[in-house]
């Protein structure tokens, strides 16, 4: 799971980045520089003292300080093509607006509303090319799965000239997998950071309910001083607690990321257990046991036999295998089990 922090110049959101990173003195240098953040999870920590392994792996997001919106020539606020390029690859943004005053202007619903154009404006000129290229593709364009995609762009084209972005573009019969390879930004999953001074902090949510009755609905939105987050995330554990106290402040921001970036992205996790290694592995919602074998190693998907699996509540219930397999909440499992948040799976597969 990889994250993109973007934001207009001077908006924060490479303190934001220092905050959730934990990087310090983070400047223009760590521009595109991943940090690897681990997913706390209570359930993960519990079973690691049942189990007493060798090694506890936390799930991982991948966050990088990917895009300043720059003044371009016209006098305008763009994402420049090398920046939106990588941005593609990403699987949600973080956005950072400024609620804090710099010197210039505040007008964080004007910069949000700079940057979604900016998405469909690029998504429109993709779709506008590779539309182009169908066209001049002489006999090939008839062929069934070329009119299929033709079709598909020419709803997409149709749909962002509406102003609309395509996360709200409902497909059918499955076309929508045929957009995956466009990597299109305005399909992506977008979480919205007002950066706000710290004297604001108290106030966040007069500032939140003002935000969220002029942004679309499916983006979801938090409030944060970065700044005092960058300086929290550098602190001994002992001295944060304090400072969180002073401040009321009863989770940091990478913590409230992480949770909101889990939500967004509508991941779940299922575990591996053992004296070797207890590991809690990130899947989309509704993967199946054979596509969630596969993120452990590929092999596991492709000579797939079945999964062994019983859920965390219960495993913690019983205490351990050999009675849950007594109390009939051990299961076996064939490939289309869909798997459910806190399964503990150990798959069995071909060799």
Partial sequence: MYISIIGSAGSGKTTLFQALSGIKNANSATANTIATIDVPDERLER???????????????????????????????????????????????????????????????????????????????????????INKQGGKKDNPLVQQEKAMLEKCLAHLNEEKPLSTLQTLNGEGKMLRGFQFLSQKPMMVAVNCDEITVAETETILSGFKTRLPDNIPVIAACAKLEAELALMAPEERAV??????????????????????????????????????????????????AGTIHTDFYNKFIRAE???????????????????????????????????????RAGN
């Fill in 47 to 133: 079973l690691a003292k049942i189990f007493n392994p060798r090694k506890t792996v936390y799930g991982r997001i991948e966050m990088s300080d990917t895009a300043t919106i720059e003044e371009g020539d016209v006098k305008n606020e763009t994402i420049s093509p090398k920046a939106i390029q990588k941005m593609r690859t990403s699987d949600a943004f973080i956005l950072v607006l400024r609620h804090f005053d710099n010197g210039f202007p505040v007008d964080p619903v004007a910069e949000f509303n700079t940057i979604f154009a900016e998405f469909i404006l690029s998504d429109m000129a993709q779709i506008e090319i590779r539309l182009e290229r």
């Fill in 309 to 347: 699996t019983v859920g965390y509540d219960d495993f913690i219930k019983y205490g351990h295998f050999s009675e849950c397999k007594k109390a009939g909440v051990w299961r076996l499992e064939g490939k289309e089990y869909i798997v459910r948040n806190g399964d503990i799976i150990s798959i």
């Fill in 243 to 292: 400072f969180m106290a002073e401040y009321g402040l009863t989770e940091t921001i990478r913590d409230r990321i992480v949770q909101l970036a889990y939500q967004t992205l509508g991941l779940i996790s299922f575990f591996t257990v053992g004296e070797d290694e207890c590991r809690a592995w990130p899947i989309k919602r509704g993967m199946t046991a054979q596509e969630s």
